[in-house]
């Protein structure tokens, strides 16, 4: 005897006998897109399984999904699985559902992380410090004439 219920067993039978379950299709359809979008959303979920997914749906269902999805979930999808995309931080949700779209048909591959730019030193790093033995002003005839009025006090 079975002691958790196989819930993809029953979902399965659920799939093949439509017309018995007629009184929970919208809660069908729900859960389905739900379970999907969780799956998607999951930290664990790489490019390849959302790949798979959608050859397991089939690119009108997958496609269905992601028409379903609210913008922030389509923005953390995306951003998991193509975080170095040059354009990302600039794009508008709509850019966004289509390169998830053209990510998971895999005719456009995620992009690599670029080589951090070295800047250059500055100029001022650049030039030689100068020393001074004696700060300037206080050589000056102007700091002797001050010394010697504060000695007649």
């Not at 390849?48 to 979930?73: C, H, T, W, Y």
Request: aromatic share 4%; charged share 30%.
């Amino acid at each position: 005897m079975a002691t958790e219920l196989d819930g993809f067993a029953v979902l399965e039978k659920i799939g093949g006998h439509p017309d018995r379950f007629i009184g929970i299709k919208v809660a069908v359809v729900k859960a389905a897109h739900d379970l999907a979008v969780k799956h998607l959303k999951a930290k664990s979920t790489t490019l390849l399984e959302i790949r798979a997914v959608r050859k397991i749906l089939g690119p009108d269902q997958f496609g269905l999904i992601l028409d379903g999805m609210n913008d922030a979930s389509v923005k953390s999808i995306v951003t998991k699985v193509d975080r170095y995309h040059p354009g990302m931080k600039a794009s508008d949700s709509r850019w966004k559902r289509s390169h998830l779209r053209v990510l998971s048909e895999g005719s456009v591959e995620p992009s690599v992380k670029q080589p951090a730019v070295k800047r250059g030193t500055s100029a001022r790093s650049k030039s030689p410090k100068v020393v001074r033995s004696n700060p300037s002003g206080l050589g000056s005839e102007v700091m002797n004439v001050f010394r010697q009025s504060i000695k007649r006090k």
